[in-house]
Each structure stands twice: as structure tokens, then as C-alpha cells.
């Protein structure tokens, strides 16, 4: 299986492979829909309090590189948890995924 996470890191941006599942695909004609929902692996900078998952934040939709061909749209939600201690919401921090990936700190910003 490693092989071809490999690949498709080539493919995709790494970052969907690490952090997001895959729920759903959709082709329709030359048009391509990948679905992605984050993991419920809450960040490593918030790991000291006790985070429960609450749910996603508005899906948001991305157009990617073309693909053979196909036009190719992403559609990301992202994950968002409550620290039960403070009460405070707790979310992945995209600025500092972006500086250990190829991620853009434009496309990080986007996904703010």
C-alpha cells in the first residue's frame, strides 16, 4: 500500500494524504469530484488538553491541476475540536503544516 501513497502524494497535494480521508468520488463526463474529510487526529500543538471532535467546518472546494485531461475539483472539510478544560475550539494550524510540506502559505491561508 506505501507504494501507492507514494504516488498519489505525487498526484495530489501530500498534505490531503496525510491529514484527510477520501469519502467519495464522482466523475461526470470530464469532471472530476474528489471528497475529503479531515482525520480525527487532533494536532500535536493542542495535545495536552482533552479535545473531543465537533464536527467540520463549511466544506470548501478547490480546483486542481487537471488530470488526463479531466478538470478536477477537491472538496475539503476540516475538522474542528473542543478542548473540554477551556472550552476553547481547537483547529489544525495550516501555516505550520505549510512549512513542513509543499503546501503554498497562500494555499494554507486558503484553508484558514
Same mark, same amino acid.
Do not use: C
Given at each position: 500500500?506505501?507504494?501507492?501513497?507514494?504516488?498519489?502524494?505525487? $498526484?495530489?497535494?501530500?498534505?490531503?494524504?496525510?491529514?484527510?480521508?477520501?469519502?467519495?468520488? =464522482? /466523475?461526470?463526463? =470530464?469532471?472530476?469530484?474528489?471528497?475529503? =474529510?479531515?482525520? #480525527?487526529?487532533?494536532?500535536?500543538?493542542?495535545?495536552?488538553?482533552?479535545?473531543?471532535?465537533?464536527g467540520?467546518?463549511?466544506?470548501?472546494?478547490?480546483?486542481?491541476?487537471?488530470?488526463?485531461?479531466?478538470? $478536477?475539483?477537491?472538496? $475539503?472539510?476540516?475538522?474542528?475540536?473542543?478542548?473540554?478544560?477551556?472550552?476553547?475550539?481547537?483547529?489544525?494550524?495550516? #501555516?505550520?503544516?505549510?512549512?513542513?510540506?509543499r503546501?503554498?502559505? =497562500?494555499?494554507?491561508?486558503?484553508? /484558514?
Amino acid at each position: 500500500m506505501d507504494n501507492y501513497l507514494d504516488f498519489i502524494k505525487m $498526484v495530489l497535494p501530500s498534505f490531503l494524504v496525510d491529514y484527510f480521508d477520501l469519502i467519495k468520488s =464522482e /466523475k461526470h463526463g =470530464e469532471v472530476m469530484h474528489l471528497y475529503f =474529510e479531515e482525520r #480525527n487526529t487532533p494536532p500535536k500543538e493542542n495535545s495536552f488538553g482533552r479535545l473531543m471532535s465537533k464536527g467540520f467546518h463549511k466544506e470548501i472546494t478547490i480546483q486542481d491541476f487537471p488530470l488526463r485531461g479531466h478538470r $478536477v475539483f477537491l472538496h $475539503v472539510k476540516r475538522r474542528r475540536w473542543l478542548d473540554q478544560d477551556s472550552g476553547h475550539v481547537v483547529e489544525r494550524d495550516w #501555516n505550520l503544516v505549510a512549512q513542513g510540506t509543499r503546501m503554498t502559505k =497562500e494555499f494554507a491561508a486558503f484553508l /484558514k
